[in-house]
T-cell receptor, first 113, second 114 residues
Framework: AQSVTQPDIHITVSEGASLELRCNYS??????LFWYVQSPGQGLQLLLK??????LVQGIKGFEAEFKRSQSSFNLRKPSVHWSDAAEYFC???????????FGTGTRLQVFP | GAGVSQSPSNKVTEKGKDVELRCDPI?????LYWYRQSLGQGLEFLIY????????KSGLPSDRFSAERTGGSVSTLTIQRTQQEDSAVYLC????????????FGPGTRLLVL
């Protein structure tokens, strides 16, 4: 079955600390992987995506993610978190020939000053 | 260029009434999606339109929910005989439809059923 798992429902970090949000997927074909961010009261905004090539992808706002096929993972990282990064983060998977995505349940990030 | 727009931004209705939610996708995008996001929950897929193909309705939770897309552009999600459990944010997204394309989301319609 195709699915995305975000094991951490809620994460709290201090401003300036490093961040890693976990994402594991199950997909029957070559996956396309995405991270979206949703600020309170807003729609979803694309942070970054992986289609092929370099397994470490850079995104907006200083985020990066690494695709690890052997672990079926696509974890999101940021070396130093800012208070404005507090939001809900969604991992998603899709594939060739379709734009339809399967989303994880999200991780809510809280940042303390 | 304009992004995905949705209207209304907020809707309050009484239980049993019908509601219509509108989505204007990005011009030229052939794929359009509706999702539901209940309080504190993730994204629940509802329906997917791709070009002139029959829509993928596999996510619609009941026959009270329906959606149409006219002229390959604007879409309307209709909820008949609304129930309190229908209260949620309804998100629309569009994508180029070329396969592996990024979905672009609208700001959502917040529906409250009293």
């Amino acid at each position: 079955a195709q699915s995305v798992t975000q094991p951490d429902i809620h994460i709290t970090v201090s401003e300036g600390a490093s961040l890693e949000l976990r994402c594991n997927y199950s997909y029957g074909a070559t996956p396309y992987l995405f991270w979206y961010v949703q600020s309170p009261g807003q729609g979803l905004q694309l942070l970054l995506k992986y289609f092929s090539g370099d397994t470490l992808v850079q995104g907006i706002k200083g985020f990066e993610a690494e695709f690890k096929r052997s672990q079926s993972s696509f974890n999101l990282r940021k070396p130093s978190v800012h208070w404005s990064d507090a939001a809900e983060y969604f991992c998603a998977v899709g594939g060739l020939g379709t734009d339809k995505l399967i989303f994880g349940t999200g991780t809510r990030l809280q940042v303390f000053p | 260029g304009a992004g995905v727009s949705q209207s209304p931004s907020n809707k309050v209705t009484e239980k049993g009434k019908d509601v219509e939610l509108r989505c204007d996708p990005i011009s030229g995008h052939t794929a359009l999606y509706w999702y539901r996001q209940s309080l504190g929950q993730g994204l629940e897929f509802l329906i997917y339109f791709q070009g002139n193909s029959a829509p993928d309705k596999s996510g619609l939770p009941s026959d009270r929910f329906s959606a149409e897309r006219t002229g390959g552009s604007v879409s309307t999600l209709t909820i008949q005989r609304t129930q309190q459990e229908d209260s949620a944010v309804y998100l629309c997204a569009s994508s180029p439809g070329t396969g592996g394309g990024t979905q672009y989301f609208g700001p959502g319609t917040r529906l409250l059923v009293l």
